[in-house]
């Protein structure tokens, strides 16, 4: 069974850093990309990042460019998104979540299509 685990959230003040892992399981990694959304409260779940594992290419929202960096590990099978200069708006529960590799990855991502998901990791910036 595809499994994957978000962990690494917790308080951080604004201008702050955390790292999110997800570890992933039951499938092979190169075959899929991962990704992160994030679901603050009262507001609808956003995508953040994905990365192909099989290439590295990536994608990134528009408000998070430059500050978030997702990578993975392929050994540990685990895909990482370091957050730097955190702000308020941040504050959310993250989610990682997977697709197969495909020509549709993309469009699959920003339409929050992706097949797989995780738990959430709750992430809060504080002022």
């Known amino acids: 069974d595809v499994q994957l685990q978000a962990s690494g959230g917790g308080l951080v003040q604004a201008g702050g850093s955390l790292r999110l892992s997800c570890a992933a399981s039951?499938?092979?990694?190169?075959?899929?990309?991962i990704g992160w959304y994030r679901q603050a409260p009262g507001k609808k779940r956003e995508e953040v990042s994905y990365i192909k594992s099989i290439d590295g290419g990536t994608y990134y929202e528009h408000s998070v460019k430059g500050r978030f960096t997702i990578s993975y590990d392929k050994a540990k099978k685990t895909v990482y998104l370091q957050m730097n200069a955190l702000k308020p708006d941040d504050t959310a529960v993250y989610y990682c979540?997977?697709?197969?590799?495909?020509?549709?990855?993309?469009?699959?991502?920003?339409?929050?299509?992706?097949?797989?998901w995780g738990k959430g990791t709750l992430v809060t910036v504080s002022s």
């Open positions: 979540a997977a697709d197969r590799n495909s020509w549709m990855v993309a469009e699959r991502f920003i339409s929050r299509a992706f097949a797989y």
């Open positions: 039951g499938f092979t990694f190169d075959d899929y990309a």
